[in-house]
């Protein structure tokens, strides 16, 4: 189960689905749908995925999208503090077994994983990344 | 004392100043760059601008030392998480959170915050004491301590009418405190007769509002 088919959200979706997966999507947007239709030949819920339009705080909303039946629940809405309040819904209340939240800002995503909470953060992954190529660029410079 | 208080809408603002006019030190957070202006021509120093979900933001008004922190922006996430940092990174003893919408107040539980302030449910509290038609209300939630107090309605069939307080069987666990009787209100003593239309207060171990409620009668709609 995955709330917020944004860009990352639509194409984790897409994935989990073609690799045989069942996947329900959540989100507030009900245009949201269209963005999970990229690519594919056929409407989503012709190739099996499911789409409920609510947000990850509203209890009947999470259920219409079967969180009871959950194995991983992914929280990756656009807004960090959605995603942290959501994962530890599906954790404490739901005891989805897996849970992963996406979360951009580098220091509360450190602290939430020590805590327990699986976390994703995008924003330290590009750092480390940037960080490497200007350090060879730099590299380059001295060598001359 | 030290208090935080995230949000500088009318809540926090007004919150801020009476908590400075009763001499204590006070930091309010604002995110919103206007709003954060029109505070500061007022409480100067007093006001900080940045988003409270940011750690370095809270860190920066010294949340480690504050002795309450007060969320009390417009949005319920953002109560939630800013008061769990507090208590869980930052060790700050107390917070004050404010629920926007009634439905979330479950995940405020959830996640340990405690106490909450919901003005719609004050409202609606208020509401169910001026137009008693509900038969119950309940008034005050003692959660630490481990106690409510309900108001409860006696109707015009309701077994305990007529009864003096000596004769009832107040199930275990609950105790009748006062009596409200036309306009006014009184302490009972053992000789007291229940009427229909008194308005009883009672205190009680919580859970048992629906035991309460049965034995006072289970009907307990206005009498006009």
Redesign the interface.
Same mark, same amino acid.
């Given at each position: 189960m995955i709330v917020g088919a944004g860009r990352v959200g639509s194409s984790l979706a897409r994935a989990m689905l073609r690799d045989g997966h069942t996947v329900s999507c959540l989100d507030e947007d009900p245009e949201a749908h269209a963005r999970l239709e990229i690519g594919l030949e056929k409407p989503w819920e012709d190739v099996g995925g499911q789409f409920t339009v609510g947000t990850g705080?509203?209890?009947e909303a999470l259920q219409a999208a079967g969180i009871e039946r959950a194995d991983a629940f992914v929280a990756a809405t656009d807004?960090?503090?959605?995603n +942290?309040?959501i994962a #530890? +819904?599906a954790k404490?209340?739901f005891k989805v077994p897996t849970v992963i939240a996406r979360i951009l800002?580098p220091?509360?995503a450190e602290?939430y994983e020590q #805590?327990g909470l699986h976390t994703i953060c995008p924003t330290r992954v590009a750092i480390e990344m940037l960080e490497t190529e200007v350090k060879e660029a730099a590299a380059k410079v001295a060598r001359g | 004392m030290y208090v935080l208080i995230v949000g500088a809408g009318k809540v926090g603002w007004n919150l801020a100043r009476e908590l400075l006019d009763k001499g204590h030190e006070v930091t309010l957070i604002e995110n919103d760059r206007d709003r954060y202006v029109t505070v500061e021509q007022e409480l100067e120093h007093n006001v900080q601008y940045g988003d409270a979900s940011e750690l370095w933001v809270l860190e920066r008004a010294g949340v480690s030392r504050a002795d309450l922190v007060i969320a009390v922006t417009g949005d319920d996430e953002d109560n939630m998480l800013i008061c769990q940092v507090a208590k869980e990174k930052y060790m700050v003893e107390q917070t004050i959170a404010r629920v926007n919408n009634p439905r979330n107040k479950q995940w405020f539980e959830l996640l340990g915050i405690a106490p909450v302030v919901s003005a719609t449910d004050l409202i609606l509290r208020l509401i169910e004491h001026e137009v008693p038609k509900y038969g119950l209300v309940h008034l005050l939630d003692l959660p630490r301590e481990r106690l409510e107090i309900i108001e409860l309605l006696l109707a015009d069939d309701s077994p305990v009418a007529g009864r003096r307080v000596a004769d009832l069987k107040m199930p275990e666990g609950s105790l009748l405190i006062s009596v409200l009787r036309d306009g006014t209100g009184f302490v009972p003593n053992p000789e007291t007769v229940l009427q229909s239309g008194d308005e009883v207060l009672a205190v009680l171990d919580p859970g048992m509002e629906e035991e309460l409620k049965a034995y006072f009668g289970p009907d307990g709609t206005s009498s006009d």
């Open positions: 705080l509203e209890i807004g960090d503090n959605t +942290i309040v #530890q +819904i404490r209340r800002d220091y509360r602290w #805590q | -």
